[in-house]
């Protein structure tokens, strides 16, 4: 099953990508920066705030290159179009747009080894861009084991990519020049949701569970208006590893309201909610010390994304 968070990446992906592919101008027909134009405001009002970045072709030529590098839709070509594209233009404005195309791609085939690659390729040519950012550091988050070798360096670089995506929120996503606000908004609220979650997650892989309970509120927060199970079912285990019962079955009861029928996150919010309901039925009263948990104190909650292709770190 897809978490909540990963649908929104791909439909942040292609608000990205339709920002790219209509801000991206060759000279004569491009206009000048969004956070260059002067907003209409009464005198002495205060700036407005940019609403993100626009990218320029330095040539009708490179123009060509990238619309058709941009037009395909077979993942591999298009990352091997983005390869031949960044070596030819190795000082485009554009290369990033192409290798978040492919990660889109690869992103909505499942095979996330090839969204940490391509997302990586695109960072590594817009270090600012949180789309690229936070899509790779969920993606470490989800898939690194406590058997990986290079278990440490995922999970450092997924909580450094989570970091730059938050920093980066106001002035590093591509928006169409006449974007809608609130859909800007809203991209902007689950590109937060999903950074903090990679954040709790980063935490409760390492045990940090009071700081995975402080990352998962925020994400809790971020996305209010479409409140996610997963991201409730993850804080009521790092909750319930605090031995904070109560709050841990607040938590699991919200899980289970916002779950889908069927789903995973149902039947996992659902063994979470028992488990933490015979525990507090066992207790001995306000105040009084929790008795032995009935079962195992749960992990971290299983990846509810797709898992990768090919699982090899």
Request: a neutral charge; proline letters at 8%.
């Amino acid at each position: 099953m897809k978490s909540a968070g990963f649908i929104a990446v791909l439909l942040l992906t292609a608000l990205a990508s339709f920002g790219q592919g209509n801000q991206t101008q060759a000279p004569a027909q491009s206009a000048p920066p969004a956070q260059n134009a002067a907003p209409n405001q009464a005198p002495g009002a205060a700036p407005a705030k940019p609403a993100g970045r626009m990218l320029q072709a330095q040539s009708q030529e490179e123009m060509k290159a990238y619309q058709d590098a941009f037009a395909l839709t077979d993942p591999d070509k298009v990352e091997a179009a983005a390869t031949a594209f960044a070596a030819k233009y190795p000082n485009s404005q554009l290369r990033a747009s192409l290798y978040i195309r492919a990660m889109n791609l690869y992103a909505q085939s499942n095979n996330t080894d090839k969204v940490i690659d391509a997302g990586r390729q695109a960072i590594a040519a817009d270090p600012i861009n949180p789309v690229p950012l936070v899509q790779v550091a969920s993606a470490l988050a989800e898939t690194t084991h406590d058997t990986d070798l290079d278990r440490e360096q995922r999970l450092a670089e997924a909580a450094k990519d989570a970091h730059a995506a938050i920093d980066n929120i106001d002035t590093g996503l591509l928006v169409p020049a006449n974007a809608d606000p609130a859909r800007v908004e809203g991209a902007k609220r689950s590109i937060l949701t999903m950074a903090y979650d990679t954040l709790g997650m980063v935490d409760l892989t390492k045990q940090d569970y009071a700081s995975a309970v402080t990352n998962l509120q925020k994400a809790i927060s971020e996305s209010s208006g479409n409140p996610e199970a997963v991201l409730y079912l993850r804080l009521s285990v790092a909750q319930d590893k605090l031995k904070q019962y109560p709050q841990a079955l607040d938590s699991a009861n919200k899980a289970v309201q916002y779950a889908k029928d069927g789903t995973m996150a149902q039947n996992l919010a659902k063994q979470q909610q028992a488990r933490l309901q015979k525990l507090m039925s066992a207790e001995p009263g306000a105040g009084g010390a929790a008795p032995m948990s009935p079962s195992p104190a749960p992990t971290t909650p299983p990846s509810t994304s797709p898992a990768p292709s090919n699982p090899q770190h």
